[in-house]
């Protein structure tokens, strides 16, 4: 079920804007702070042919209502957008002939690098020092042999 609000929006713009096809836009955001929607684009369905919407997002204009925060909506609404830490990015797609809204999300993926084993020597006193030779020192001395 898609939140009432999303589906008034839709709806507003539909209504002002009726040969509007469909609106995609980008966005973006990590370490706890949202970076902005980018690549907005806007076609239109008419006399059938598809073209951009002349002034893009910046023109769709309809009384009391900001697109930005219909975005936000979708976002909230799918939940799984995260602007924390590693954070996450992804895309919108409005497909009005369709009825459709999808979601792409992206969050980064952790890998993990092995950097090797050192040794560790105690001395009889407890104090710990490093060995004198390096895990380097050590794979050269095996691609000698």
Do not use: C
């Not at 939140?3 to 995609?24: F, M, N, R, W, Y």
């Not at 806007?42 to 769709?60: D, M, Y």
């Not at 797609?93 to 999300?105: A, L, R, Y």
């Amino acid at each position: 079920m898609t939140d009432k609000e999303i589906v008034l929006g839709i709806k507003k713009i539909k209504q002002a804007h009726p040969t509007i096809s469909s609106i995609s836009v980008q966005f973006e955001g990590s370490g706890d702070s949202f970076s902005d929607f980018y690549n907005h684009n806007v076609l239109t369905w008419s006399g059938g042919t598809f073209s951009t919407f002349e002034g893009g997002i910046s023109a769709i204009n309809v009384d009391g209502f900001d697109i930005g925060d219909l975005f936000w909506k979708i976002i909230e609404e799918d939940g799984r957008a995260d602007f924390n830490n590693e954070g996450s990015r992804g895309s919108i797609n409005i497909d009005f002939k369709e009825g459709v809204i999808k979601i792409n999300v992206e969050v980064p993926e952790t890998i993990w690098e092995e950097l090797g084993e050192e040794e560790i020597n105690f001395k009889p006193d407890y104090g710990i020092i490093k060995t004198e030779k390096s895990l380097s020192d050590l794979r050269k001395v095996k691609k000698a042999k």
